[in-house]
């Protein structure tokens, strides 16, 4: 992705594909406060092959000292100095001109601050790190989704995505997706829908939960995990609200204040645990497989989704 720094304050910005930089906030990606600043002062587009910028002002752009001509789309060569009013403020430079890609980029990493540039893989990705996961970005029918401990949410361009020790900014480049030439003798691949069971074997003390992943008419044994008995024991959920005739979409519902109760663990530790499950899990599965949540959740509450399960061993069932 590109990224331009200021001068002044030494922030960086990640351009989107069509990105203006101007006094109007309602339609420019940075705003800029000089008064010698235009409404709408220059873009900078990426053009398939290269970025390059137009400035629409009344005061003028420069291109390493030299005046953009008004109205056309220059090309902008990588460490140029772009300059859009007298102060030092209005003047950045172009620090980096890959091809735009939807991201997250740490706060604070452009004036001084830590943390690395997460190029996001559309099936997940666990922050801060996989192994101690607290959020997860994953895209689905056709949106980007955060979800933390209190829920899922969708996520819009420049919101801010936390955990409790780093702090992202929601970078989107979706449009080059939309709108890319895909050849008509290559067509992309149509993604399968997941058959996938769980099968779970608990032992008599309910001490070691194993988990095999039954797909495609084969099984995947998927080892003992402390997660696995998170699983089961919203799969039990499931399985008492289906003998009491409840109806499948209020089956097995469980605040995860009580689910961390039942478990004798914090609710940020349950979270964890649900994250490296799916985690796992999907990692198990082929990559064109489409696979339902395998936890689904809603204002505080959390129930396992929508997969066959089978549950062998353990003690007395909930």
């Not at 002062?41 to 990426?46: K, P, T």
């Not at 769980?198 to 988990?211: A, G, N, P, R």
Request: charged fraction near 20%; include cysteine; aromatic fraction near 6%.
């Amino acid at each position: 992705m590109a990224i331009f720094r200021n001068k002044l304050d030494r922030r960086a910005i990640v351009l989107r594909p069509v990105h203006a930089f101007g006094r109007r906030a309602s339609v420019c990606q940075t705003v800029l406060q000089a008064p010698d600043v235009s409404q709408v002062h220059a873009m900078v587009r990426w053009n398939r092959q290269a970025w390059e910028i137009v400035d629409q002002s009344r005061n003028g752009t420069t291109l390493n000292g030299q005046r953009l001509p008004s109205g056309r789309w220059t090309a902008l060569p990588a460490g140029a100095e772009v300059r859009m009013g007298i102060g030092d403020e209005s003047v950045w430079t172009a620090e980096d001109l890959a091809a735009p890609a939807t991201c997250l980029f740490p706060s604070g990493a452009g004036d001084g601050g830590a943390g690395d540039i997460v190029e996001l893989n559309p099936r997940e990705n666990l922050l801060p790190d996989d192994h101690e996961p607290e959020a997860n970005v994953y895209f689905q029918d056709g949106k980007w989704m955060l979800e933390h401990i209190d829920g899922i949410e969708l996520l819009g361009d420049g919101a801010m995505v936390r955990t409790s020790s780093s702090t992202w900014e929601f970078v989107l480049c979706d449009d080059l997706d939309l709108t890319s030439e895909t050849p008509i003798s290559t067509p992309m691949p149509v993604p399968m829908s997941a058959d996938v069971a769980l099968h779970f074997e608990v032992s008599q003390d309910e001490e070691h939960t194993s988990l095999n992943l039954v797909t495609q008419g084969r099984s995947v044994p998927l080892g003992e995990r402390i997660h696995h008995y998170t699983l089961v024991t919203l799969a039990r959920l499931r399985q008492k609200d289906a003998q009491r005739g409840i109806a499948p979409q209020s089956q097995g519902w469980i605040g995860l204040d009580e689910l961390s109760r039942m478990l004798g663990v914090e609710p940020s530790y349950v979270n964890i645990q649900i994250f490296r499950a799916k985690h796992q899990i999907l990692n198990a599965l082929p990559p064109h497989l489409v696979e339902p949540p395998l936890v689904e959740r809603r204002r505080g509450t959390v129930r396992l989704g929508n997969y066959p399960f089978e549950i062998r061993g353990g003690a007395q069932p909930l």
